[in-house]
C-alpha cells in the first residue's frame, strides 16, 4: 500500500455482505503489562513478569516492561489515537500490582486513579470500555505464595475483581476475567516459558482449575454486589487437525483438542472436565473440590475469543509450518483466516454462546517505518480476511457481537520482546513516537463506510416527510 487512496481502495472492494450490523462493536485491544511501562512509579508493586525479565535468557531480546510504550504517561494522547480509528470500543487490562501492590489488602489510589482517567477518558470520547481483569501480571507477592497454584489465590482474585467494580465499574462497558487461561497454565507453568517459568504439568493443570475456579467465583461475588454489566472470560482457541490421517494424529489431535477448547468451554458451560483429558492426565489431574464445578458454571454475559491461526497436530511432532503451503505471519504461524469461521461454526454447534466477540486478532509482520508511513500491506489483508471470516459466521447464526483489533500499539511481545510488531500503529522505541500505519488508515475507512451504510439505511427508512 502505497497511500490512502489505495488503502480505501480495498475496502471498497468489500463484498456489501460483509456490513456489519448497526450494533456491532469494533474496536483494538492492548494488555497493561505489554504498553503501559511506569513499572516502579507511583506505588505499583512488582508483577512475575517484571521479575521474569531479570531471568537471563528468558525474553529474546533481553527487554523488559519498565517502559514498554510509556502507556501510563501517554494516556490522553492514546486515547485520542484510538478514537481517530473510528472504532468505538477499547479493550484494556488492569494490572493487578498497580492497584493493588501486594495482591491483597491496601489499594494503591495513584493507580487506582490512572484507571479511572482511562474509563472516564474513554467515555468522554464515546468509547466503550472493555476491561480485563487479569491479563497474566500476577503480583509477585501472590507468586511468593503459590500463586495461581494455591487455592488461596482465588480468594485473593475475587477480592480483586470486586474492589476493581467497585472504583471503575460505572465506567465500564463490559468485564471479562482472565485473559488465556490456557496460556497461562501451560506456558507459565507447563513449557515455563513465559512467567513465572515453572516446568509442571501437574502445576499447570491446578493453575488452569483455579483460574476457571476464580472466574466463576468472582462473576459470583460481582453480581451478588450488583454488578450488572455484561461478563465473561476469554480464551485463546483454534481449529486443530491431525497432519495425516493416521490413527495417532487423529488420536492426538483428539486430545489437544481436549486440553486448548474442551478444557475450559465444557466446565465454563456446566459440563464438567472432559473424561478423555482426565484419563490421560491421571495423577496430573487437578484437585476439585465439592462444589467447584458448579461454581465455574455461571451464566456468560459474553464470551470473547483470540483467534490467531489453526493447529496442526503430528503425533510425532514432525509437522513444520515452514514446508507447507499456507503464508505465515513474523511469529511463524499460519495465515488461515478460513479457521475462525470454522471455529465460530464448531462453537455455535457445541455450545450455547452467548454474545461473542473476536477479542484479538491480528499479525506481527517485519514492518518498517520509511519517510513517515508504514506500509504494511501484509497485515491489511490479513484483517480484510479475518473479519471476512467473522461476517461468514455471522451470517450463519453465529451472535457474533464484536471483532477487536490485536494489537492498538507496537508493544512488548513476552518472551519474544521488542522484536515482534503486531500494531495497527508503530511505535519507535527511543522515542515513543507513534505513527498510525496503513492498516490504521484502512481501518479506519472500513468503519467510516460502515457509519455511511448504516447512515443511509437510516434515511431510507424515514418517512418522506422526515428526509
Avoid at 161 to 190: C, F, I, K, Q, Y
Avoid at 238 to 257: W, Y
Avoid at 377 to 399: S, T
Wanted: hydrophobic share 40%; net charge negative.
Amino acid at each position: 500500500m502505497n497511500s490512502l487512496a489505495e488503502t480505501r481502495a480495498i475496502s471498497r472492494t468489500i463484498d456489501p455482505a460483509m456490513i456489519f450490523p448497526a450494533d456491532f462493536v469494533w474496536g483494538v485491544a492492548t494488555s497493561a503489562a505489554q504498553i503501559e511501562g511506569a513499572a516502579f512509579e507511583d506505588g505499583r508493586g512488582e508483577s512475575i513478569w517484571d521479575r521474569f525479565c531479570r531471568v537471563p535468557g528468558a525474553i529474546a531480546d533481553g527487554g523488559d516492561i519498565d517502559v514498554a510504550c510509556d502507556h501510563y504517561h501517554r494516556l490522553e494522547e492514546d486515547l485520542d489515537l484510538i478514537a481517530s480509528l473510528g472504532v468505538n470500543a477499547y479493550r484494556f487490562s488492569v494490572a493487578w500490582p498497580r492497584v493493588q501492590p501486594q495482591g491483597r489488602g491496601a489499594w494503591n489510589p495513584q493507580g487506582l486513579d490512572f484507571y479511572r482517567r482511562l474509563v472516564d477518558g474513554l467515555r468522554a470520547r464515546g468509547l466503550q470500555a472493555h476491561l480485563t481483569l487479569n491479563h497474566w501480571d500476577l503480583p509477585q507477592a501472590l507468586q511468593d505464595e503459590g500463586g495461581w497454584a494455591a487455592r488461596a489465590t482465588v480468594d485473593r482474585f475475587v477480592d480483586y475483581a470486586r474492589g476493581v467494580a467497585r472504583h471503575l465499574g460505572d465506567g465500564l462497558t463490559a468485564l471479562t476475567t482472565h485473559n488465556e487461561p490456557w496460556v497461562m497454565s501451560m506456558l507459565g507453568h507447563d513449557s515455563g516459558i513465559f512467567a513465572p517459568g515453572i516446568k509442571d504439568r501437574a502445576t499447570a493443570m491446578q493453575v488452569s482449575h483455579h483460574l476457571l475456579l476464580s472466574h466463576g467465583r468472582a462473576l459470583r461475588a460481582l453480581r451478588d454486589d450488583g454488578f450488572d454489566k455484561p461478563m465473561g472470560i476469554v480464551l485463546n482457541l483454534a481449529p486443530l487437525l491431525p497432519a495425516t490421517p493416521s490413527a495417532a494424529d487423529v488420536a492426538k489431535t483428539r486430545l489437544e483438542d481436549g486440553l486448548l477448547l474442551r478444557w475450559y468451554l465444557d466446565p465454563l458451560f456446566g459440563r464438567g472436565y472432559p473424561q478423555d483429558v482426565l484419563d490421560h492426565l491421571g495423577a496430573q489431574a487437578p484437585r476439585v473440590e465439592p462444589g467447584d464445578l458448579d461454581a465455574i458454571a455461571q451464566p456468560l454475559g459474553l464470551l470473547g475469543i483470540n483467534y490467531y491461526s489453526r493447529s496442526v497436530v503430528s503425533a510425532s511432532g514432525s509437522y513444520d509450518v515452514r514446508s507447507g503451503a499456507l503464508p505465515l505471519t513474523d511469529m511463524d504461524w499460519e495465515i488461515y483466516p478460513q479457521g475462525l469461521t470454522e471455529l465460530l461454526l464448531r462453537l455455535h454447534r457445541d455450545y450455547p454462546l452467548p454474545p461473542t466477540y473476536v477479542t484479538e486478532n491480528g499479525g506481527a509482520f517485519p514492518d518498517r517505518l520509511v519517510n513517515g508511513r508504514v506500509h504494511d500491506a501484509d497485515r491489511i489483508q490479513y484483517l480484510h480476511e479475518h473479519i471476512g471470516a467473522v461476517g461468514v459466521a455471522l451470517r450463519q447464526g453465529v451472535p457474533m457481537a464484536g471483532y477487536m483489533v490485536w494489537s492498538l500499539l507496537d508493544n512488548f511481545e513476552w518472551a519474544s520482546g521488542y522484536a515482534k510488531r503486531f500494531g495497527i500503529v508503530h511505535v519507535d522505541y527511543e522515542t515513543q513516537r507513534r505513527t498510525p500505519k496503513d492498516s490504521a488508515l484502512w481501518l479506519r475507512e472500513l468503519l467510516r463506510q460502515q457509519a455511511e451504510v448504516h447512515a443511509q439505511a437510516r434515511g431510507a427508512s424515514k418517512p418522506a416527510a422526515e428526509r
